[in-house]
């Protein structure tokens, strides 16, 4: 028993290992440049912290008149607040490099003109990030933060806390920005064979509940900004058939040729 080894006793399994491990390493090494991607990026922005931190405040204050300053209760609360935004702003800030990462490790071994494609896909994949960050930003949160601050009167005063109110911000970014990459997961699952666009036709209708279901939670409740975060992702899911669909065509057509 004490000799006993898994890997040599069954073939199967070590014929399985030795496949993954090529792919094992690849991908530790992918996640490696992500990982120090994210460390940069927080180094950058802890640097500037304070004037991220000072952006982030803005549409607060316009928000309510009610609002003109932030309170943290705890002495290093303020130092925690601005190391978890450095963070958080980091991981907004890699996040269009870990998708290209992620594309090149799902797409393997791919030929020319398929890279051309894969660096159209992963600059549409920054685009598409970008663009729901500051689709969060500019137009969803403002309506949000005038939605909760009209709670706000003369017997209730809302004294909004640095660290949570920062997180709050930071996070609402960061998952309209993933919200806002269904082509391009549906394009990626397409190309790795998982789902072809005629599974998406059919489950369209499952799909928009659950773009509704994940507005909604995003949004927090809000219906004027879950309305606004629903319909773009709609429009971008019938994107991403599509798209699915003239990846699968071209490479049924260069199978072809070959």
Request: contains cysteine; charged residues 15%; hydrophobic residues 60%.
């Amino acid at each position: 028993m004490g000799n006993y080894n898994l890997q040599t006793s069954n073939p199967a399994l070590e014929r399985s290992l030795a496949l993954f491990r090529p792919h094992h390493q690849e991908l530790r090494r992918r996640l490696l440049k992500v990982l120090l991607t994210i460390i940069g990026f927080t180094i950058v922005a802890y640097i500037f912290a304070e004037k991220i931190a000072a952006l982030f405040i803005v549409p607060l204050f316009a928000a309510s008149p009610l609002v003109y300053r932030l309170v943290y209760t705890h002495l290093p609360e303020a130092f925690m607040a601005y190391i978890k935004l450095a963070f958080l702003v980091g991981l907004i800030a890699s996040m269009p490099v870990a998708l290209y990462q992620l594309w090149l490790f799902v797409a393997p071994g791919l030929k020319k003109n398929e890279k051309r494609l894969a660096i159209t896909v992963a600059f549409w994949a920054m685009f598409l990030f970008t663009g729901g960050a500051c689709f969060a930003f500019f137009v969803v949160l403002p309506k949000m933060l005038v939605y909760f601050m009209s709670y706000a009167n003369e017997q209730l005063e809302p004294l909004p806390k640095l660290s949570l109110y920062l997180t709050f911000i930071a996070r609402s970014i960061l998952a309209f920005g993933i919200a806002f990459q269904i082509p391009f997961l549906m394009v990626m699952a397409g190309k790795a064979g998982l789902v072809k666009a005629a599974y998406f036709r059919r489950k369209r209708t499952y799909f928009y509940m659950a773009i509704i279901v994940l507005s909604f939670l995003l949004t927090a409740g809000d219906f004027m900004a879950t309305v606004l975060l629903a319909i773009p992702l709609f429009l971008l899911y019938e994107a991403g058939i599509f798209l699915t669909a003239l990846f699968s065509r071209k490479k049924k057509a260069v199978a072809k040729e070959v």
